[in-house]
């Protein structure tokens, strides 16, 4: 591995550097080869994979170390947050020259546990392991993982379960909520702070006018475009707080995550989310929301030269592309998806048509958009109760057709509508055999979602492609990790 150790040289302030705890009998769980070898891991660290993703080898050239971030969470603020189950165990380059963070989860008490016990159970990694690797194989910008363990020492939640481990990885574990505990609690280290950032993720930023509010717009477009591509692959995020959005615009922290199957975006994928603040129809304006919260924290920043009033309204201004961008991007691939012409003012118009049609029939997202890719019109309308209204859909989106090059849109819809989901039954059968120290589950939906735009008839299930039958209760997941 080449190391780059960055945060190490921040001020002490924002981390605490330790060792992690390791648990009782530690094993193997999966291990992602492909990430290895674009990490440079050699062949004495795939060797030795398991020793380090479950904490028993560390890297002499950087010493682990817990961050300390801040954050609101369910729209109130939460004071002082931080790493408490995780360690930046190494900061390395990847083989596109990258600095890639390796973050153990799982990995024992820190200062900022507080109520938490510092450990992972196996459900819960096996959810973001997977949820990672789906993400990253859909094109979208999101952590992913070097490999899993779990063990025989148990971790008391609602009940006892499997403790696990699991080494993440991600070009970027500096939240929103950093820059709001610094603001709170050691506002004197906010410049260093924000102008590492700028030097480290945007330094394309350094040679703009004004370099801070260069850097606050990339942030505010990069988090509208990956909010965008969740929407159009339905993914829901769960627990959208300030603490759960990097810099840098990819997907982080899974929680109560969920894949939309029945297009119901009202949706509470999180059980503990009682007023359904973070359903996946509300996604676009919290993170609007999270960003104002963010810009506010750069207001101390305002150089010598500018009026403070006016920088605030420089920086409100920033905010003003988030709207634009997400729009842009999703309607430019949500007709795509449809495979409507991108220039036509009433493709829009035919795609929100259709997603009305998911919404009142309470069809599968997904597969609805491969059978509309596959030109299943008759199956699609036989699963309509207002068959009326599909067909008025249906005459449109012909109609519309016929003002683009057929077969070029279809190979685009071919790469960007994918066959295969992680659907909340799908982890769950996975966990409940690996539990019982079985990970073929784990492997083949690994395998399956590696490629989720080919179809694999060889390696899917009937259950891969459809929600469960409405006799049987819907998985629900909670915020317990």
């Given amino acids: 591995m080449q190391f780059n150790p960055r945060y190490s040289s921040l001020n002490a302030k924002l981390y605490h550097q330790q060792q992690p705890k390791v648990l009782l009998g530690a094993k193997a769980g999966h291990f992602n080869v492909n990430l290895a070898n674009h990490l440079h891991w050699s062949e004495q660290d795939q060797h030795d994979w398991v020793e380090i993703c479950s904490g028993q080898k560390t890297f002499a050239e950087f010493e682990p170390l817990a961050m300390v971030y801040a954050g609101h969470q369910f729209g109130q603020w939460a004071g002082q947050l931080g790493d408490g189950r995780g360690l930046l165990i190494a900061q390395i380059l990847d083989k596109n020259h990258q600095t890639i963070d390796l973050h153990l989860k799982g990995a024992g008490l820190t200062p900022y546990s507080r109520m938490g016990d510092g450990r992972a159970v196996l459900r819960s990694v096996i959810r973001e392991y997977l949820a990672g690797h789906a993400l990253n194989s859909l094109g979208i910008p999101s952590s992913d993982a070097v490999g899993f363990t779990t063990s025989t020492q148990g971790v008391q939640r609602e009940k006892l379960e499997p403790g696990a481990m699991m080494l993440r990885t991600s070009d970027c574990h500096i939240r929103l909520g950093h820059f709001e505990w610094i603001n709170q609690y050691q506002p004197d280290l906010l410049p260093e702070f924000t102008k590492k950032c700028i030097e480290w993720y945007y330094p394309e930023c350094l040679d703009a006018e004004q370099p801070i509010l260069a850097f ?266």
């Avoid at 990339?218 to 990956?226: E, K, N, P």
């Avoid at 300030?242 to 982080?252: A, E, M, Q, R, Y």
């Avoid at 009326?388 to 005459?395: A, K, V, W």
């Avoid at 939906?445 to 819907?474: C, R, S, Y």
Wanted: overall charge negative; charged content about 20%.
């Fill in 216 to 481: 606050a717009t990339q942030v505010i477009q990069r988090t509208a475009v990956m909010i965008s591509h969740w929407q159009l692959v339905g993914f829901a995020h769960g627990v959208m707080n300030t603490d759960n959005l990097n810099i840098t615009g990819s997907t982080l922290d899974f929680g109560p995550y969920g894949f939309l199957e029945r297009f119901r975006p009202n949706w509470i994928n999180n059980h503990s989310d009682h007023h359904g603040r973070y359903t996946y129809q509300q996604q676009p304006s919290i993170g609007h929301w999270n960003l104002w919260m963010w810009l506010n924290n750069l207001v101390p920043l305002c150089p010598i030269n500018i009026d403070k009033e006016v920088w605030k309204e420089k920086l409100a201004q920033c905010l003003e592309h988030f709207e634009p961008t997400f729009l842009e991007h999703y309607q430019h691939g949500l007709k795509q998806k449809m495979g409507l012409p991108t220039f036509h003012k009433e493709s829009f118009e035919c795609a929100m048509a259709f997603l009305h049609v998911l919404k009142t029939e309470q069809l599968d997202y997904t597969q609805s958009f491969i059978r509309l890719q596959n030109k299943q019109y008759e199956a699609l309308k036989d699963d309509c109760l207002d068959r009326r209204q599909f067909e008025s859909f249906l005459t449109q989106y012909l109609q519309l057709r016929e003002h683009h090059d057929v077969e070029a849109s279809d190979k685009i819809m071919q790469s960007v509508n994918p066959h295969y989901i992680l659907r909340n039954h799908m982890a769950q059968k996975a966990i409940e055999l690996a539990e019982k120290n079985d990970f073929s589950e784990v492997e083949r939906l690994f395998n399956l979602l590696t490629t989720p735009f080919t179809k694999q008839p060889d390696l899917e299930t009937i259950a891969d492609l459809g929600p469960l039958p409405d006799d049987q209760p819907e998985i629900m997941v909670s915020c317990s990790s």
